[in-house]
Every structure is written in structure tokens, then in C-alpha cells.
């Protein structure tokens, strides 16, 4: 059973930078592919960033050069490193697994961008 958990979300005015961190349990964090989507109101769920357990990495277009995804195989963990936050980087952020042809999800988190 793989259950995803996110952290890292909040409030934070444009211009700043967050960081969202994905904890995996289960036994194949190690050789699956991770990612990060978001959803904003009103709107569909989107790619954020995903990286491949080789660490190739692949970023939405408007989040190109701003955000950073990254994982640590020892700990389980996937992150993200949101800088230079915009108001239409506000949405919830799902941590994703994909392995085998099949999704996991985790329960999101919200990061709000506003002054």
C-alpha cells in the first residue's frame, strides 16, 4: 500500500518561495516516478514538474525556471522548490507516484500566493 503525504504549503506573497516536500511509504519510491501536479479553482489539474528515478526531470511551461523538483531515494522523499511565487501559482499541489501504469495521490496542499 503506498501512501504519499505533503507538507510544505501555505500562504506567502509574490515573490517568495515555498517548499513542498512528498514523504512515500511502500517499498518503491526508489524506481517509480515521481511528480507534482496542481489545481487551481475552477480549473483542471495541471503538470507541475516530474522527475524519473534516473533524476531526468520535466517542467510545466509556466513553471520552467522557477520551480525545482528533487528526490531523496534514502528518505523516501519527493520535493519542490518553488521560488519567484506568482498569485497564479495558487492552487492545491498533489505529490504524485507513477509506477507500473498506476497512479497515486496524495491528499494536497494549498499554496496560496497573495500580498
Known amino acids: 500500500q503506498v501512501q504519499l503525504v505533503e507538507s510544505g504549503g501555505g500562504l506567502v506573497q509574490p515573490g517568495g518561495s515555498l517548499r513542498l516536500s512528498c514523504a512515500a511509504s511502500?517499498?518503491?519510491?526508489?524506481?517509480?516516478?515521481m511528480g507534482w501536479y496542481r489545481q487551481a479553482p475552477g480549473k483542471q489539474r495541471e503538470l507541475v514538474a516530474t522527475?524519473?528515478?534516473?533524476?531526468?526531470?520535466n517542467y510545466g511551461e509556466s513553471v520552467k525556471g522557477r520551480f525545482t523538483i528533487s528526490r531523496d531515494n534514502g528518505k523516501n522523499t519527493v520535493y519542490l522548490e518553488m521560488n519567484s511565487l506568482k498569485p497564479e501559482d495558487t492552487a492545491v499541489y498533489y505529490c504524485?507516484?507513477?509506477?507500473?501504469?498506476?497512479?497515486?495521490w496524495g491528499q494536497g496542499t494549498q499554496v496560496t500566493v497573495s500580498s
Open positions: 504524485n507516484m507513477y509506477y507500473r501504469f498506476r497512479d497515486y
Open positions: 522527475i524519473f528515478n534516473s533524476g531526468v526531470t
Open positions: 511502500g517499498t518503491i519510491f526508489s524506481i517509480a516516478v
